[in-house]
C-alpha cells in the first residue's frame, strides 16, 4: 500500500488504503489534522505540502481545480481530503498556517 511520510511529524509514516482520502488514512492513524470545512473541498485548511512523489496522487479533484485556478492551491499542494495516493509513496508537510496547538511537530 502507498504510503505518506509526514517530514515535519516527525517523518511518521501512513499507509493509504486504494480510494482512501490523505485526510482519512491520517485520521485513522490518529493523527489531528486540521479540516475547517469537514472534508467537503470548501475550504483549504486541510492541505498539505508536497515535498516528494506528486506525480503518485491521483487526478486533481473539482474543488483542488477549482482552488489551483484561483491561486489558492500551489503546485505543490494538494487537498488532504480530497487526494488519494495511487501509485507510489510522497512526502509532505502540514503548512505552518495550520499546524495543531496541541500537536507536536518537528
Ligand atoms: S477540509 Fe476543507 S477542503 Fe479539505
Redesign the pocket.
Known sequence: MPKITVQNLHNRQVEVAPGQTL?KALQADGIDWM????????????SIIVQGGLEHFGALTA?EERYRANGRLKSNER????CTLETGDAVGKVPRQTMLPHMKYS
Not at 35 to 46: E, I, L, S
Open positions: 485526510l479540516h475547517a470545512c469537514g472534508g467537503k473541498g470548501r475550504c483549504t485548511t486541510c474543488p487537498l488532504t481530503c480530497q
